[in-house]
C-alpha cells in the first residue's frame, strides 16, 4: 500500500486518546460507541428538521413512493435505536484487541 492509503486506512492521530492502552479494550469500545451515537443524533436530527423546513428533500434521492410519504423528524429516533441494538452487539463481537478496536475506527 502506499503512504496515503496507510495513512487514510489507519486510525487518525484523533482518535489516539480512545486507542485502548495496555488491555483497556473495553473501556475504548464504551467510548468510541457513545462518542459515535452522540455526534450522530444532532446531525441526523438537524438533516431531518431541515428537510421539513425547506419542504424537500435536498439529497433527492427519491422515487413516486418518498413523495406520498411526508417527512415526520421523530422518525430520527426510530433510526437510532438501530444504534442502540449494533453498539452492544459490537462490543460484544469485536476482538478484544488494539487491532480489533483499530478496525473499529477504521470502520467508523
Known sequence: MSSLETRLLSPWPIWDRLLPANGGVRSSLVRI??????TMLPLYGLTNWMQVWIG??????QIGLDRE??????????????????YPI?????????AGVKSLITTL
Do not use: C, D, H
Open 33 to 38: 460507541s457513545v462518542l459515535t451515537i452522540i
Open 90 to 98: 459490537l462490543l460484544l463481537l469485536v476482538p478484544k484487541t488494539q
Open 56 to 61: 424537500r428533500s435536498v439529497m433527492n434521492p
Open 69 to 86: 410519504i411526508p417527512a415526520i423528524p421523530e422518525s430520527v429516533w426510530i433510526y437510532l435505536g438501530l444504534f442502540w441494538f449494533a
